[in-house]
């Protein structure tokens, strides 16, 4: 069983940089795919980022590429999201998923394992 923990998310301005973190813990998540999803009130939980378990490949959704990154740190057992130039837009609850393929995972229903989320809101 794998454990996920997000942290990191909070109250922003639009144009500010968050860094969201997440921990595992129950396994190492070296040969996990990994992701970053997000839910909006009254939205559905939408893709936003993933690595494979290398790091070697990454992808983003079109509405966040270009100021988002996605990294993990498989010695910590962390994976990490760098949010840049943030808008009102990318207000939302943000997951943290990990899939035993190994692959990206940037379908909800390839998630194995889900964090709890963390809270990211901007303001304009």
């Known amino acids: 069983q794998v454990q996920l923990v997000e942290s990191g998310g909070g109250l922003m301005q639009a144009g500010d940089s968050l860094r969201l973190s997440c921990v595992a813990s129950?396994?190492?998540?070296?040969?996990?795919?990994m992701g970053w999803f997000r839910q909006a009130p009254g939205k559905e939980r939408d893709f936003v980022a993933s690595?494979?378990?290398?790091?070697?490949?990454?992808s983003y959704a079109d509405s966040v590429k270009g100021r988002f990154t996605i990294s993990r740190d498989n010695a910590k057992n962390t994976v990490y999201l760098q949010m840049n130039s943030l808008k009102p837009e990318d207000t939302a609850v943000y997951y943290c998923?990990?899939?035993?393929?190994?692959?990206?995972?940037?379908?909800?229903?390839?998630?194995?394992?889900w964090g709890q989320g963390t809270q990211v809101t901007v303001s304009s």
């Open positions: 998923a990990a899939s035993r393929s190994g692959r990206n995972v940037e379908r909800v229903y390839d998630v194995d394992y």
């Open positions: 129950g396994r190492t998540l070296w040969n996990y795919g």
């Open positions: 690595i494979n378990w290398s790091g070697r490949t990454t």
